[in-house]
């Protein structure tokens, strides 16, 4: 085999795995790209229906006392301040939520452009482990969940004990 046809070999091998280095950037890319866009509506949704739900209920209870029972004559009004408590705070939690998703989001994005990066280049990234961050938004969405149901139920036994 010739200097020439050696060159021409390297050559082709080196624009192969170019184009093998390009697509899989590609394809990564879009993959997270979709994954990305896809948890954020849903986190979007699920945080919006607590939330509005929640403030909602607020609502409800204050044009409650408001137009119907007066609170100095309410009976178990103890209930009525522990379901705005759950409220406020599923509210709470939804904000902070929103902040953790962000910030884990932003620190998954630019770990993924590095790792990108290093795999057009032919090496093997390390990933680093955000479990933390999304452990915590888990809990804190079974703490909105289990906080507005308690805090709807206190306010149905509000209402309930005020109307019968």
Same mark, same amino acid.
């Given at each position: 085999?010739?200097?020439?046809?050696?060159?021409?070999?390297?050559?082709?091998?080196?624009?192969?795995?170019?184009?093998?280095?390009?697509?899989?950037?590609?394809?990564?890319?879009?993959?997270?790209?979709?994954?990305?866009?896809?948890?954020?509506?849903?986190?979007?949704?699920?945080?919006?229906?607590?939330?509005?739900?929640?403030?909602?209920?607020?609502?409800?209870?204050?044009?409650?006392?408001?137009? !119907?029972?007066?609170?100095? +004559?309410?009976?178990?009004?103890? #209930? %009525?301040?522990? =379901?705005?408590?759950? &409220?406020?705070?599923?509210?709470?939690?939804?904000?902070?939520?929103?902040?953790?998703?962000?910030?884990?989001?932003?620190?998954?994005?630019?770990?993924?452009?590095?790792?990108?990066?290093?795999?057009?280049?032919?090496?093997?990234?390390?990933?680093?482990?955000?479990?933390?961050?999304?452990?915590?938004?888990?809990?804190?969405?079974?703490?909105? !969940?289990?906080?507005?149901? +308690?805090?709807?139920?206190?306010? #149905? %036994?509000?209402? =309930?004990?005020?109307? &019968?």
């Amino acid at each position: 085999m010739t200097e020439q046809e050696k060159y021409e070999k390297d050559l082709a091998e080196c624009k192969e795995n170019e184009e093998r280095n390009w697509k899989l950037y590609e394809a990564s890319n879009d993959y997270i790209k979709m994954c990305n866009e896809r948890q954020s509506r849903n986190i979007e949704k699920l945080d919006t229906w607590i939330m509005t739900v929640a403030a909602g209920s607020f609502g409800v209870s204050f044009a409650f006392i408001d137009k !119907i029972v007066e609170i100095k +004559g309410a009976v178990l009004a103890g #209930f %009525l301040i522990g =379901g705005w408590s759950c &409220f406020l705070c599923v509210l709470a939690f939804g904000f902070i939520g929103f902040i953790i998703s962000s910030i884990r989001n932003t620190l998954a994005a630019e770990e993924e452009r590095e790792a990108l990066i290093l795999k057009y280049d032919g090496k093997e990234p390390e990933y680093k482990n955000r479990s933390v961050l999304f452990d915590v938004n888990i809990v804190m969405g079974y703490l909105q !969940i289990l906080l507005f149901i +308690g805090g709807s139920v206190c306010l #149905f %036994l509000f209402i =309930g004990a005020n109307i &019968f």
